[in-house]
């Protein structure tokens, strides 16, 4: 096991502080989100891939719950492969990149403002070319990301994500419980955690599941990226309720898998039991995630998690799953830090 | 190795016939299709799990390059969780269904109805309540499907997408490739190929990699899926530009690598080229499917498909992913038919 202290440990440690400031960034530019109100838009569509797509997940849910607006995913590839023309009036296109350099997301902000869209751009670099190419540029303030596995940078574009929503939306309640979201994160960072006893679950893995639903959904997305990146476990991550509708054929016993419940009173925390129940029955290895005593009392590890609104519930339920890859990658004796084939700008083949 | 002949393989060998049919039967509903030009969509909405989610990734395609409209997928989770409400007027929305009765499903094309949306159900069961609940229900024609992995359902599902995208952008050319897309499955089913030689290719794997792009990333899915169902394999399917961001670092020796491709003069082809010759650079054990020769010389088995038009390459491209899922289960000693936990009407948990 390599004992060195990595540089994506750091980072993980620097998420409160990133979104401390990233909150007070977006506070000056307060008045510049409300402007676009004005508008009236009909949807807001997604563009983004790698760690920023799982940020896109976000908006999926925050956006139709907390703005009224129906949001959803497009592919870049209908943008810069097929170069189809759909009309994009009265659409919020949102784009998101760490780097803000991804020549294709970069691309397919500035075709979706050529079909009548409004653009917003969600980047971690001050001066990218998103960042001059959008009609509203929200830079998050996580400060240089040095680790190739996105950690702080994910965390502070969906706090920007739900920052521009709950402006939006004009819900002070939730600005207000997401200025206090950073103190719940440190004191996950705290917690004194049973981290070897599940990334041992790991040892000799080569995939696993990673299973969370509707706000943590993405959640679960973006672990398993972790899990890939960090340590080469071909882990998946999705939906419980698409895993009832045929992957659940591939839990096998010793299996990892992690379930993760945006707290007990969630619509779906019931979903989310049942199937940490079918895993446990299989004998799969299961690690769990969140705020439920039933979901735990299933589990060989659980990492409970403060309650927080589910609305912004995944800043602190993804902080486990990532000093989880964290602790995978160094007990396999891999270097978080520099996955193979990976760079931290990457450009789509 | 079974050797039994199982319910799927003579599905998956069914599918030539059930398009046909599928597709006499829309062509007696053609004014009806008409008929929705009139309401002017601004955008189209797919709603669906599992298989029927793989159709839907087609839906986002073909409409923007067909029709001219963003169509994008919804989580039903937003409707039947979180209970949201945005204005969905000129949205189409599309449910696709095999059983038709899957409550979610159902309901959430009620849920898109009563915000304004109009409907339209893709379902294999006539009178089934998805019929009963959209404004235009279009029925596929395979015949009851008797083993749990859909394949002729699938097929027939994407062959109605089409046929609606089609006939929603008056595109003759498309309609005529697609009626004799039958013919060319049928020819994909009577080569004679090294099936087993692939197959063996997954023994003791318990993960997997599936890439596409575009039109055929949701063949890649379904391929993943079927692997998952047939085979307790956790294949992973996504496009060749996700794999780049980050899922490419989990490449390894010996992991089983499927890459498909529409063809070589697409504008992805390069792209998945590209993914392939990383694979083999790294030691995966490679399968290609497609028309394309510079693939093919990387892997170690390929199966080839005549070429059709990529909008409709799916239909084909599927066809060797459903015999390979099936004898990889064949070699496993596992019945294809009946994968464990699973059964052929699914409720979301």
């Not at 993980?12 to 402007?35: K, N, V």
């Amino acid at each position: 096991m390599r004992e060195t202290t990595s540089l994506m440990l750091r980072e993980i440690s620097e998420q409160p502080a990133a979104i401390e400031r990233t909150l007070r960034q977006l506070a000056g530019q307060r008045d510049e989100i409300i402007r676009l109100r004005d508008h009236q838009f009909r949807s807001v569509m997604l563009i983004a891939r790698g760690t920023s797509d799982h940020v896109a997940d976000y908006g999926q849910y925050i956006f139709p719950v907390v703005v009224g607006l129906l949001a959803t995913s497009a592919s870049p590839s209908i943008a810069v492969a097929y170069r189809a023309r759909p009309s994009l009036e009265g659409v919020l296109a949102i784009a998101i990149s760490q780097s803000g350099s991804t020549e294709e997301i970069v691309e397919t902000a500035n075709w979706a403002k050529s079909l009548g869209a409004t653009t917003v751009g969600i980047t971690n670099v001050e001066g990218s070319p998103l960042t001059q190419e959008v009609d509203l540029a929200l830079v998050t303030q996580a400060g240089t990301e040095l680790a190739v596995p996105a950690t702080k940078t994910y965390t502070s574009a969906l706090a920007t994500m739900a920052f521009l929503a709950a402006t939006l939306g004009d819900n002070q309640q939730l600005l207000d419980a997401l200025s206090e979201a950073p103190t719940v994160m440190q004191s996950v960072l705290e917690a004194a955690w049973d981290l070897d006893g599940a990334a041992k679950l790991f040892d000799g893995a080569s995939t696993a599941v990673i299973a969370g639903r509707g706000f943590s959904g993405g959640v679960a997305r973006e672990i398993a990226l972790k899990l890939k990146e960090t340590s080469a476990i071909n882990a998946i991550g999705l939906s419980v309720a698409d895993l009832a509708h045929g992957p659940i054929a591939a839990f096998v016993p010793g299996l990892p898998v992690v379930c993760i419940s945006p707290g007990k009173a969630s619509p779906v925390a019931e979903g989310i039991r049942e199937i940490a129940r079918r895993a446990q029955l299989t004998g799969c290895q299961l690690v769990t995630i969140g705020d439920d005593d039933e979901l735990a009392a299933l589990a060989e590890v659980h990492f409970p998690v403060p309650p927080l609104r589910e609305e912004i519930a995944p800043l602190a339920l993804i902080v486990p799953g990532q000093l989880l890859a964290e602790r995978v990658a160094q007990r396999h004796n891999r270097n978080p830090d520099a996955p193979g084939g990976l760079s931290k700008v990457t450009q789509t083949i």
